[in-house]
């Protein structure tokens, strides 16, 4: 990859109305980023819209400002990304790290949790995390308050991984800051988020699906029923990756969450063995198939205007699977995939979770 390309997928990703999913579609549909970027205002004029794409000083903006942090990129393609979080669905085509980026090719179990955990539970998680390190796994986790900082104390000294949902030039939670940079020097430090960017509440589900896609499996040490905790396991499992709980009283509301978890068919933890043992037995085939070379995306597609009405008919403010507008429209996948990127283009289109979209 010509460091010209590099820049202009940086450029791309950056672009307004353009994330993860969409990125993958125009770089299939048009095989560099540059060409990409120049297709963008014309397919958002079909959409019914207008688009822009970032200005190109923005983005040496951002890569001065990413050095000056001692960070450095990964894009898609290189041949240092991670390999499993490229098996991810909707994985970032760029992050921004400081540390050691081999710790992302080694084995990782990522240990997530209650920010109101109890002392029994951290100690729990310092304990597992470190156990896990001394058999040679990576813990990755979130950097948040309570079982997240246990992991990560506890898996120091034999690697570990923190995800961000910040810039990764700002330190989130601020008493975590020691940890953050101890981390960035001894471990490793992620983000898909540019510096100077401030942590909120949207970015925390988008940074779970990394911390998911990184790891083989992920251990849930103490979270409630509707906690981020178990957005990240569902995104694991759906990854085909393993879900593992650790069980707790019935009388804790903060262990609801892994209780249910195993009823539902999670593994139960109570050691480092069980986590090694479950995480031995994944079939390789459950794991998404990688995309870095954007191939198998819908090609380029001349769509005529009865198709365009035909497929935009179909959709409403209700979120609804892609597949089903393909079957409910009779074209094929390319057909409806390029209304849909010309519509997501045109700010008339919203993608969710499971491949749903809705009108905007």
Not at 109 to 131: E, I, K, P, W, Y
Not at 175 to 185: G, T, W
Not at 215 to 239: F, N
Request: glycine share 10%; hydrophobic share 45%.
């Amino acid at each position: 990859m010509s460091e010209e390309e590099r820049f202009n997928r940086l450029r791309l990703i950056r672009s307004p109305r353009i994330g993860p999913v969409t990125f993958r579609q125009l770089m299939a549909r048009f095989g560099s980023a540059g060409e990409a970027l120049r297709a963008v205002p014309d397919l958002a004029a079909r959409g019914g819209g207008k688009a822009s794409v970032i200005d190109a000083a923005l983005v040496e903006r951002e890569i001065a400002r990413s050095r000056d942090a001692g960070a450095r990129y990964l894009l898609m393609g290189d041949k240092d990304y991670p390999f499993l979080l490229d098996h991810m669905e909707g994985a970032p085509p760029a992050l921004i790290v400081r540390g050691d980026v081999t710790l992302a090719s080694r084995e990782c179990v990522a240990m997530v949790g209650a920010r109101n955990a109890s002392a029994a539970a951290c100690r729990f998680a310092r304990t597992l995390a470190q156990d896990l390190g001394q058999r040679g796994a990576v813990v990755v986790s979130g950097l948040a308050r309570g079982i997240d900082t246990a992991a990560h104390q506890g898996s120091l000294g034999s690697g570990t991984i923190a995800v961000i949902a910040c810039g990764i030039d700002i330190a989130f939670p601020p008493e975590n800051e020691a940890l953050q940079a101890q981390i960035a020097s001894e471990g490793l430090l992620v983000t898909e988020h540019p510096p100077g960017m401030q942590p909120l509440a949207r970015q925390f589900p988008a940074r779970n699906r990394i911390i998911a896609g990184l790891s083989r499996g992920t251990v849930v040490v103490e979270a409630a029923p509707k906690s981020g905790s178990l957005i990240t396991a569902r995104l694991a499992g759906e990854a085909g990756r393993e879900v593992m709980a650790v069980p707790g009283s019935p009388l804790d509301p903060r262990a609801q969450g892994c209780n249910q978890l195993i009823r539902e068919g999670a593994v139960l933890v109570q050691n480092a063995a069980d986590v090694i043992e479950a995480i031995g037995v994944i079939d390789p085939r459950m794991v998404r198939q990688g995309r870095s070379d954007f191939a198998g995306e819908p090609a380029s597609s001349d769509v005529a205007g009865r198709e365009r009405e035909a497929i935009i008919a179909l959709l409403g403010p209700a979120p609804v699977p892609v597949d089903e507008v393909v079957r409910l429209s009779g074209l094929g996948p390319a057909v409806v995939q390029t209304v849909l990127l010309e519509l997501e283009l045109a700010a008339r289109l919203e993608r969710h979770a499971g491949g749903k979209v809705s009108l905007s």
